[in-house]
């Protein structure tokens, strides 16, 4: 489990960016690997996310996430997921004590958010779609409504990859200067001919800090790069191997 500065500092939130090892996963998946969408044993997946939220201080079923769809939907709670509760969203906020946010991410940007003063918190899922249709600013907002004031709020970004590893075609490239010509900033010359180097990171703290988050970090990891402790949706289809493991970061109030 890898912990923020900025998070830490605040005795009344519990957090983690999680890495792929301490769990009870095998082969491809080995070992922390938590999504229920991947092809995993569903008992080992469980164990793993129960673990998750022990470290946290929860009970497992006080653990929620989303199904996560690549949006910029995000879903303000209070109580554990009940069975018929239409759960598709990127992000998570809220102001309930004891109840864990948690997002999932192989690659795509995890962002934990707090504003102690108010006691809210959240988490989003910013892969370049989220991020570009506002995720990060839809979170912001929630939180809010539940109290917070972004002025006072900490985001800080989680494992993500990198753009030393993030090569993208010239539509991708396209698709954001059509929105804005200065997002051209966050592309570099890839070594292949139109396609570019993007930053994800980068982009995510610019919305970020243009959105008037009090504070925007990055624990600048690459989830690419490093094999061992994390998993990659890049890195997996570059080996050709058939699935996936995720990560998760997570957030939660202590007291109450």
Same mark, same amino acid.
Request: glycine share 10%; net charge negative; with cysteine.
């Given at each position: 489990?890898i912990?923020a ?15 792929r090892?301490?769990?009870v996963?095998?082969g491809?998946y080995?070992s922390l690997?938590?999504?229920?969408g991947s092809?995993?044993r569903r008992?080992a !997946?469980?164990? =793993?996310?129960?673990?998750i939220a022990?470290? $946290? /201080?929860?009970?497992?079923?006080r653990? &929620?996430?989303?199904?996560q769809v690549?949006s910029a939907?995000v879903?303000?709670v ?6 018929d509760?239409?759960r598709?969203?990127?992000?998570l ?14 690659d ?5 958010f707090a ?7 959240g988490a ?8 570009l249709?506002? !995720?990060l600013e =839809?979170?912001l907002?929630a939180?809010?409504r $539940? /109290?917070?004031?972004r002025?006072?709020i &900490?985001?800080?970004v ?6 030393a ?9 396209e698709?954001?200067?059509?929105r804005?010509p200065d997002?051209?900033g ?7 001919a139109d396609?570019?180097?993007?930053d994800?990171p980068a982009f995510?703290l610019m919305?970020?800090r243009?959105?008037?988050?009090g504070?925007a ?15 990659s949706y890049?890195?997996t289809?570059h080996?050709?191997?058939?699935d ?6 997570a957030?939660v109030?202590?007291?109450?």
């Amino acid at each position: 489990m890898i912990t923020a500065p900025e998070l830490m500092a605040e005795d009344s939130v519990a957090h983690g960016f999680f890495t792929r090892q301490g769990g009870v996963s095998e082969g491809i998946y080995d070992s922390l690997n938590i999504g229920l969408g991947s092809s995993d044993r569903r008992e080992a !997946v469980l164990e =793993n996310r129960a673990r998750i939220a022990a470290r $946290l /201080g929860v009970d497992a079923g006080r653990l &929620v996430s989303p199904y996560q769809v690549h949006s910029a939907d995000v879903i303000a709670v209070d109580t554990p997921w009940r069975e018929d509760q239409d759960r598709k969203a990127d992000a998570l906020v809220t102001n309930s004590p004891g109840l864990a946010l948690g997002i999932s991410t192989a690659d795509c940007g995890p962002v934990l958010f707090a504003d102690v003063g108010a006691r809210v918190i959240g988490a989003a899922h910013a892969g370049w779609r989220g991020a570009l249709t506002g !995720v990060l600013e =839809n979170t912001l907002d929630a939180m809010e409504r $539940l /109290g917070a004031r972004r002025s006072r709020i &900490v985001a800080v970004v989680g494992p993500t990859i990198s753009a030393a590893a993030y090569e993208v075609g010239p539509e991708f490239h396209e698709r954001f200067t059509a929105r804005d010509p200065d997002y051209s900033g966050f592309f570099s010359p890839s070594t292949r001919a139109d396609h570019f180097m993007f930053d994800l990171p980068a982009f995510i703290l610019m919305r970020l800090r243009a959105a008037g988050v009090g504070r925007a970090t990055s624990l600048d990891l690459c989830t690419y790069a490093n094999e061992e402790r994390f998993f990659s949706y890049r890195r997996t289809t570059h080996h050709g191997e058939p699935d996936y493991g995720r990560l998760m970061s997570a957030i939660v109030l202590t007291g109450d």
